[in-house]
């Protein structure tokens, strides 16, 4: 089979490439995992240099670093698909991997015939700049102290400031047995400040966590300090907050902030794995109605130095635009290349796995809303009464029947028209296909937050995002009635 080396266009784009294991050697491993009669294989060799720096309360609390490294085996047959993995990346134990799997499928007989099918997408440009090396520890502690300063600045309500910057350098090289051989290079730098306000024994916590694919340039773009005033204002605002009324409401949610209510109560909905489980409510209903005509939504993995971007996945399938609704009609869902198999179409590129420890499965990468044309301003001066949701915190969905529940940690009263006082306690009640239905305005100002996704015990990067948008009518509950 042709060997298809995208290592040169990545060098004309000022993408580095990685050399783990020689190519021949990854290419001998894929076809060896074939040896009982699998259908498709692949190989991925990965390196992670990971640092982690903690202050709390104005002190150093914990400084980690760490190199790991491996590779991560695989072979299909019909429905079934073996995995192994090695913590040593010499051809004894590749070799050995690729044998383990090809060798538990020996005796798999019957099922579907699978042919896996290469995907057409050009190879993205860079989403990752290589610059300014690695971070300095010296120089993290500096920013990390800034935001310890920047907080407690606010006032003696502040009672606790936490600091954390987390940052990986991320080296990959990918082998299938359709003779494809992919390598990428790429850092992600998160900070994530937690301040805690307190008064006459009321205690209100204020968090922003701002990440990007990026190394120290990061801090050129996040001004730690205005990070943890953001966090600490947060606190000191809800220290204020009275709790929220209760009932059915019109609901605004700011731009950013939506895009979390996108990825939890529709994006697991969309991933094809749990269609093909009869988990999701969007099963066979692609080309129908699910949303209200101003819905448009997207995953989209190629913009540059977004903290869920990537210019391949994690089975090598090169990054593109996936659109998932257009103009409330449901367009595509989220492929690996194994579920893509299934259905005979190839990979969206949305194969994803935590480290070489894991085997792939459909994830989300970033996904959001698509901006409409309303001025945020006039949205909420349109809606008369109901709740502001300026930040949403954690929530709970089912994928089957799209029934969720999201906090909100920053809410504001919309009283005539304007934004009133501030509320706490706020939790919106809803269903991801319905509340699609009823957005009625989408503002023009796309934005985008970070975050971390949980899925079958693995966690990866992703960004979700949107416009400010305003959802008819949603239950609201809290304490006051």
Not at 193 to 214: C, H, K, N, S, T
Not at 272 to 300: Q, T
């Amino acid at each position: 089979m042709p060997l298809y080396l995208w290592d040169g266009a990545l060098i004309e784009r000022g993408v580095s490439v990685v050399t783990l294991i020689e190519p021949d050697l990854a290419q001998e491993v894929a076809r060896l995992a074939l040896a009982t009669g699998g259908v498709y294989s692949d190989v991925l060799c990965q390196r992670h240099t990971v640092m982690v720096v903690r202050l709390e309360d104005g002190k150093i609390d914990d400084i980690s670093t760490g190199l790991e490294g491996g590779a991560g085996v695989r072979v299909i047959q019909g429905d079934l698909a073996a995995y192994a993995h090695t913590d040593i990346m010499d051809a004894e134990h590749l070799r050995l991997a690729a044998r383990t799997v090809a060798d538990a499928l020996r005796h798999s007989a019957g099922g579907p015939v699978l042919e896996a099918v290469p995907s057409r997408r050009e190879v993205p440009g860079p989403v990752w700049e290589p610059g300014g090396g690695t971070h300095d520890i010296r120089a993290v502690v500096e920013h990390l102290t800034s935001c310890d300063e920047a907080a407690r600045g606010l006032g003696d309500e502040i009672k606790q400031v936490t600091a954390m910057q987390a940052s990986v350098l991320e080296e990959e090289l990918l082998a299938n047995s359709m003779g494809e051989l992919r390598s990428s290079t790429c850092g992600r730098t998160r900070l994530v400040v937690q301040v805690v306000a307190g008064r006459d024994g009321v205690i209100q916590v204020g968090q922003e966590a701002p990440g990007a694919l990026m190394g120290p340039d990061f801090y050129r773009e996040h001004d730690p300090a205005q990070v943890a005033l953001v966090a600490g204002r947060r606190a000191l605002t809800m220290l204020d907050a009275r709790p929220p009324p209760t009932g059915r409401m019109a609901v605004v949610i700011n731009s950013g902030t939506g895009g979390v209510l996108l990825h939890e109560a529709c994006g697991h909905g969309l991933e094809v794995d749990h269609v093909h489980k009869g988990a999701s409510v969007y099963g066979g209903k692609l080309g129908e109605k699910v949303a209200g005509p101003m819905v448009s939504a997207s995953d989209n993995p190629t913009f540059p130095e977004l903290w869920g971007s990537y210019v391949f996945d994690d089975e090598g399938t090169p990054s593109g635009e996936t659109v998932l609704i257009e103009k409330g009609t449901l367009r595509s869902y989220l492929y690996d290349t194994h579920e893509a198999m299934k259905d005979g179409r190839a990979s969206t590129g949305n194969g994803r796995r935590q480290s070489f420890r894991f085997p792939p499965v459909p994830r989300m990468s970033n996904t959001y809303i698509k901006p409409g044309d309303a001025d945020p301003a006039d949205i909420i001066a349109s809606t008369g009464d109901g709740l502001y949701a300026r930040k949403l915190g954690g929530g709970q969905v089912d994928p089957v029947t799209g029934d969720y529940v999201f906090s909100v940690s920053e809410g504001y009263l919309i009283e005539r028209g304007r934004l009133g006082a501030p509320v706490r306690g706020a939790v919106l009640i809803g269903n991801g296909p319905r509340t699609l239905e009823i957005i009625d305005a989408v503002g023009n100002d796309l934005s985008f937050e970070e975050g971390t996704c949980g899925k079958e015990g693995q966690g990866v990067p992703v960004t979700t995002g949107g416009p400010t948008f305003r959802i008819a009518e949603l239950t609201v509950g809290g304490t006051d009635v």
